[in-house]
């Protein structure tokens, strides 16, 4: 074999290692993303819960200020009362009172109703809160572990890069030249083995003159299907 094809099988063994490391590093933001995406539905029931508590309250407030209204006109009907001397007058007063005193009932029981599902709405929101603490919590887990992950990979692919940068330096460059052309296009290697006539990358058959260009074992050799460089497995 080739003192060059067996440093470019070398070369790239640590090529393919910084590609998984660029690919690992590309796909951690994609993985916080979808960390977070966790706490949108728990969010939601949150804010839902939050805008069914105040839509109650201001129901109550509302039926407080009926009740509250009902009440002076019942105090100032009875003032009117006090001071009048005719007695169909009194009796006329007297059922304006009943009125809304009976009014002020019917509110007060509608208060209740909905006090009650205030209460109901606030367990709701406290158990919201509760589930939005757990996921809150594991998310934040992942995106601790996804950080330190981050900061690992980017120190390992550092340390890749330069020491590639040694390991290139030696190869010919009309050689390097042609296999990083390749690399860049194939997903899978640029220089790949030939065995019993068969191309390693596109697996198709090689011509005779190929495998025998591969026995002379003189001149870098590519497959003449794929362009991929080869070197003989037999």
């Known amino acids: 074999m080739l003192p060059e094809i067996t440093k470019l099988i070398q070369l790239q063994e640590r090529d393919q290692r910084i590609r998984l490391l660029q690919k690992e590093l590309k796909d951690i933001p994609k993985h916080e993303a979808a960390a977070k995406a966790q706490l949108a539905g728990d969010l939601a029931s ?3 819960a939050t805008l069914k508590g105040k839509e109650i309250e201001v129901k109550i407030k509302s039926v407080e200020l ?5 009440q002076n006109s019942i105090k100032r009907l009875h003032d009117q009362q006090f001071e009048t001397r005719k007695n169909d007058e009194f009796q006329a007063l007297g059922v304006e009172i009943q009125r809304y005193e009976n009014d002020v009932r019917s509110l007060e029981d509608k208060e209740l109703e909905f006090m009650e599902e205030l209460e109901t709405a606030k367990l709701v929101l406290k158990d919201a809160q509760a589930k939005l603490a757990q996921t809150q919590s594991r998310v934040n887990d992942e995106l601790n572990v996804l950080t330190e992950r981050f900061a690992g990979v980017r120190t390992r692919l550092a340390e890749e890069e330069a020491e590639r940068k040694t390991q290139a330096a030696p190869i010919d460059s009309t050689v390097m030249d042609l296999y990083t052309r390749l690399f860049s296009k194939k997903p899978d290697a640029a220089v790949v083995p030939c065995s019993h006539g068969i191309c390693g990358g596109c ?3 090689v011509i005779m003159g190929t495998i025998q ?3 002379a074992d003189e001149v870098v050799t590519q497959c003449e299907s794929c362009g ?7």
């Open 46 to 48: 949150v804010e839902a």
């Open 66 to 70: 009926d009740i509250q209204t009902r």
């Open 203 to 205: 697996h198709m058959k």
């Open 213 to 215: 260009q591969l026995r």
């Open 228 to 234: 991929r460089i080869l070197y003989l497995v037999e």
